[in-house]
């Protein structure tokens, strides 16, 4: 069982950063795919990026690529996803996920999500 609870969502203005985290609890971190998703009003859930368990391998949407960074730290249990020059279409429930491989880009490929986290990106 691995439960996640993501924070440091809020309100920016395009152009500018904010850091996502999420804790997971359980003992099988180290060895999980973890992966961040993305709600917009009206939208379906879209995979956003994925790190490997090791976190050597990353995956990105072409969407944020170039501009978002997820990192993990296992010691911790946490990952990351750093977001730079946001633009008001990254607008959106940002949800954290639990899987086996950081390849997977479909939500049916995660086992466990967190309750997720609010992103606002003002123009």
């Known amino acids: 069982q691995v439960q996640l609870v993501e924070s440091g969502g809020g309100l920016v203005q395009a152009g500018g950063s904010l850091r996502l985290s999420c804790a997971a609890s359980?003992?099988?971190?180290?060895?999980?795919?973890m992966g961040w998703f993305r709600q917009a009003p009206g939208k379906e859930r879209q995979f956003v990026a994925a790190?490997?368990?090791?976190?050597?391998?990353?995956y990105y949407d072409d969407s944020v690529k170039g501009r978002f960074i997820i990192a993990r730290t296992n010691a911790w249990n946490k990952v990351y996803l750093q977001m730079n020059n946001l633009k008001p279409e990254d607008t959106a429930v940002y949800y954290c996920?639990?899987?086996?491989?950081?390849?997977?880009?479909?939500?049916?490929?995660?086992?466990?999500w967190g309750q997720g986290t609010h992103v606002t990106v003002s123009s």
């Open positions: 996920a639990a899987g086996t491989l950081p390849t997977k880009t479909s939500t049916q490929d995660y086992d466990y």
């Open positions: 359980g003992r099988t971190f180290s060895r999980r795919a």
């Open positions: 790190i490997s368990g090791s976190g050597i391998g990353t």
